[in-house]
């Protein structure tokens, strides 16, 4: 791994702040605050993501017209934009059926956890079974489709 | 509640809560996204966390791939871990006070120490069972809430919005469904 600028764990770690400060704010990190939108008792939750969604869009634009490469790795100001198949729809679906059962996604689970709610380790737990889950079955599927086809 | 005129009522029983808790909550964790974005150039999601920390312990490669990402995204969750604390300590606790927090009723408070700390009332079955299935989903369509719904969505990925609509509209009716068999909490 290339060496890294000093300041750039520290940065990432105060991104982190924020983000979990605004999470424990906003009552995302509570599950009930979560299914009681999904169940249209109280509409205020997608402030929080489109408010998210809005600060970091004007970053995201502004950001490469300032700066030609990030200070702290030096890499380009880059929109990464993920690739569109089944996987998004299918992995969505899974995971909207996953939020809708225990109101909780991965980022407000950490920050559940910072707030002091301990019982959302059953989440966390859960979480990370899942992703083990399906990280076993699609590196064997990968392996499987890279694998010389020496039977036929 | 800020809201107080008669025709308003309608909206005072859609956002109980008022939208001031949300809204702050939001711009503050688009601002730790720019944050990173701005230093880093990095988009950075909440759940390949759960991959690339597996990498410590599993060599399987769907998580190998993630090894040169693992230590910053352990950085970045024990920001969010420690935010979320110091949270805790400030406001919930109520040490700082502000008009654009509402504390809400959800949820059992309890204090250790001085700082109030607050524990769901959501079954840990429920938890669980929705866990696994936030942990494979969020993983094999390429996102959640964060990176799908606030990168993605805040860099106009058709991936993204496509993703969000999909697991918000599921996640809805599964929630409907769900309290409909009478569960509660």
């Known amino acids: 791994m290339p060496d890294r600028h000093p300041l750039f764990k520290p940065l990432i770690f105060v991104g982190g702040l924020i983000f979990g400060f605004g ?3 906003s009552h995302m990190a509570r599950p009930e605050v979560v299914l009681n939108f999904l169940q249209f008792e109280d509409l205020g939750l997608p402030f929080v993501m489109f408010g998210a969604a809005i600060v970091s869009g004007i970053g995201f634009a502004l950001l490469p017209r300032i700066r030609d490469a990030a200070p702290l790795t030096g890499d380009p100001y880059d929109r990464r934009l993920k690739s569109f198949d089944r996987n998004v729809l299918v992995g969505g679906a899974v995971f909207g059926v996953g939020w809708g059962v225990s109101g909780i996604c991965p980022g407000a689970a950490y920050a559940s956890l910072g707030i002091g709610n301990v019982t959302i380790l059953w989440a966390l ?3 990370f079974v899942g992703a083990y889950a399906q990280g076993y079955w699609r590196s064997r599927a990968d392996a499987r489709e890279s694998a010389p086809t020496s039977a036929d | ?3 107080e005129s008669v025709p308003l009522q309608g909206v005072e029983a859609l956002f109980p809560n008022g939208i001031s808790r949300y809204a702050v909550g939001g711009l503050l964790v688009g601002l730790g996204t720019v944050v990173i974005y701005a230093a880093t150039g990095i988009s950075a999601g909440a759940s390949t966390f759960l991959e690339s920390t597996l990498s410590y312990v599993s060599d399987q490669s ?3 791939q993630y090894v040169a990402s ?4 352990l950085v970045f969750t024990a920001g969010i871990v ?3 604390a110091a949270f805790a300590a400030t406001v919930q606790s109520g040490v700082v006070t502000t008009s654009l927090y509402q504390p809400g009723s959800t949820g059992e408070l309890y204090e250790v120490a001085g700082v109030t700390l607050w524990s769901t009332d959501v079954q840990p079955w429920r938890l669980f069972g929705g866990g696994i ?3 494979i989903g969020t993983r094999l369509g390429k996102g959640c809430t964060s990176g799908h719904g606030v990168c993605g969505v805040g860099s106009a990925s058709k991936t993204s919005i496509v993703g969000v609509v999909t697991f918000l509209t599921v996640a809805i009716g599964t929630a409907t469904v769900v309290a409909a068999l009478g569960v509660t909490p």
């Open chain 1, 23 to 25: 999470l424990a704010f």
């Open chain 2, 70 to 73: 693992r230590d910053w995204r």
């Open chain 2, 133 to 135: 299935l936030v942990g």
């Open chain 1, 125 to 127: 737990a859960g979480m």
């Open chain 2, 62 to 64: 769907r998580f190998q």
């Open chain 2, 82 to 84: 420690l935010g979320a």
């Open chain 2, 1 to 3: 509640m800020t809201l």
